[in-house]
T-cell receptor
Framework: IAGITQAPTSQILAAGRRMTLRCTQD?????MYWYRQDLGLGLRLIHYSNTAGTTGKGEVPDGYSVSRANTDDFPLTLASAVPSQTSVYFC??????????????FGEGSRLTVL | GQNIDQPTEMTATEGAIVQINCTYQTSGFNGLFWYQQHAGEAPTFLSYNVLDGLEEKGRFSSFLSRSKGYSYLLLKELQMKDSASYLCAVRDMNYQLIWGAGTKLIIKP
């Protein structure tokens, strides 16, 4: 089934450790996004990429980095995890970004706990 | 600042109709989305409004009034599987999505 695959689905991590959340899509979508979802808050955009080779900062980019070496993959890295990064992380994609961006397709999420 | 307001939680009865409201104050407007999210799952797309009026899609309808900064999602003939959170999101002048915190809908038999 075509869609977005995230890994891991769940992870407990010690503070200060480096962590990469993986995201792969097979829909050949140009735009990809990383969101975090916290109780009582709306989804918050961390980083995005409108096309392979380009990335941009979202609302809450500090402590996170991304890369977009090809169309399909969009990993999110926490260089040195802190407890405030405990959250559920969703990767999403859309056919295009910006003005022509349509609906988002989401992965199943990665639940990260930083102790 | 930009803000999306939705009720935190609503309860309705199986077979009934429920209306979930969303009001927004954003820097510009380039469309409003509704997503459904079951507990522990990913959000899935329900509807998109960019012009004023009602968009109907089966049991679900979405309404938009840009002058009032207001939208609602109407769910008819409620089923137990409609128990979920409903997320309202507005695309702003920079084409970034601003998300509400979601409305948790509880359906009772």
């Amino acid at each position: 089934i075509a869609g977005i695959t995230q890994a891991p689905t769940s992870q407990i991590l010690a503070a200060g450790r480096r962590m990469t959340l993986r995201c792969t899509q097979d829909m050949r979508h140009n735009a990809m996004y990383w969101y975090r979802q916290d109780l009582g808050l709306g989804l918050r955009l961390i980083h995005y990429s409108n096309t392979a080779g380009t990335t941009g900062k979202g609302e809450v980019p500090d402590g996170y980095s991304v890369s977009r070496a090809n169309t399909d993959d969009f990993p999110l890295t926490l260089a040195s995890a802190v407890p405030s990064q405990t959250s559920v992380y969703f990767c999403a994609s859309s056919e295009s970004g910006g003005a022509s961006g349509g609906e988002l397709f989401f992965g199943e999420g990665s639940r990260l706990t930083v102790l | 600042g930009q803000n999306i307001d939705q009720p935190t939680e609503m309860t309705a009865t199986e077979g009934a109709i429920v209306q979930i409201n969303c009001t927004y104050q954003t820097s510009g407007f380039n469309g409003l989305f509704w997503y459904q999210q079951h507990a522990g799952e990913a959000p899935t797309f329900l509807s998109y409004n960019v012009l004023d009026g009602l968009e109907e899609k089966g049991r679900f309808s979405s309404f938009l009034s840009r002058s009032k900064g207001y939208s609602y999602l109407l769910l008819k003939e409620l089923q137990m599987k409609d128990s979920a959170s409903y997320l309202c999101a507005v695309r702003d002048m920079n084409y970034q999505l601003i998300w509400g915190a979601g409305t948790k809908l509880i359906i009772k038999p």
